[in-house]
């Protein structure tokens, strides 16, 4: 069965103070993994897809990395305005013009001033 | 840049009554979700549609139904409302050679 681990659950960083979250998972045919930022109350705003193992792509503070196994997003220098969940969610093959993605719960951060 | 338009943001409804939630995809993109998001849980998959026909079918319930229309604009429909449907509903949308998922902002429904 898919599925999307997402850790820590939580994490609680100094401003400016860099650190990586995980995302890993297991699925039958990677077809993409994206990574969405949420504010509270908000609807998913997309970041990054990644298709492929090795691939790498950067946006500001953020930077995604890809293995075959698991993605990091890595947070270099975050700012209080980076607090957010971040989530992960993988689109598989399925047949057909199925086009699921499968969501971890997200790793909750906050940046401190 | 046009986005995923959804109405009404919020609701709020009384149990057994129906409710009915609207998505505007993005121009151009040919397929749409919902997902449902209740308080601190990750988006959980309904159903979704691509030119207008069901492709795929989550963990909608029974009391639930959609479909998306000539113009692609979708429509949730939910009837005998619980308690537990409460929650944001988030319709997102896709152009299909991409695979690259917009959200809206969601609709927050409240069951009383």
């Known amino acids: 069965e898919d599925q999307v681990t997402q850790s820590p659950e939580a994490l609680r960083l100094q401003e400016g103070e860099s650190s990586s979250l995980n995302c890993s998972y297991t699925?039958?045919?990677?077809?993409?993994l994206f990574w969405y930022r949420q504010d509270p109350g908000k609807g998913p705003e997309f970041l990054f897809t990644?298709?492929?193992a090795g691939e790498e792509k950067e946006k500001e503070r953020l930077k995604a990395t890809l293995t075959k196994k698991e993605s990091f997003l890595h947070i270099t220098a975050p700012k209080p305005e980076d607090s957010a969940t971040y989530l992960c969610?993988?689109?598989?093959?399925?047949?057909?013009?199925?086009?699921?993605?499968?969501f971890g719960t997200g790793t909750l951060l906050a940046v401190q001033p | 840049a046009a986005g995923v338009i959804q109405s009404p943001r919020h609701l709020i409804k009384e149990k057994r009554e129906t409710a009915t939630l609207k998505c505007y995809p993005i121009?151009?993109?040919?397929?749409v979700y919902w997902y449902q998001q209740g308080p601190g849980q990750d988006p959980q998959f309904l159903i979704s549609?691509?030119?207008?026909?069901?492709?795929d079918k989550g963990s909608i319930p029974d009391r639930f139904s959609a479909q998306q229309f000539s113009d692609y604009h979708s429509e949730l429909n939910m009837s005998s409302l619980e308690l537990g449907d409460s929650a944001l509903y988030f319709c997102?949308?896709?152009?299909?050679?991409?695979?690259?998922?917009?959200f809206g902002e969601g609709s927050r429904l409240t069951v009383l």
């Open positions: 969610a993988v689109h598989g093959y399925y047949g057909g013009a199925t086009n699921k993605l499968i």
């Open positions: 699925v039958s045919g990677l077809r993409g």
């Open positions: 990644l298709y492929s």
């Open positions: 121009p151009r993109h040919d397929t």
């Open positions: 549609f691509y030119e207008k026909m069901q492709s």
């Open positions: 997102a949308s896709i152009q299909h050679s991409t695979g690259e998922l917009f």
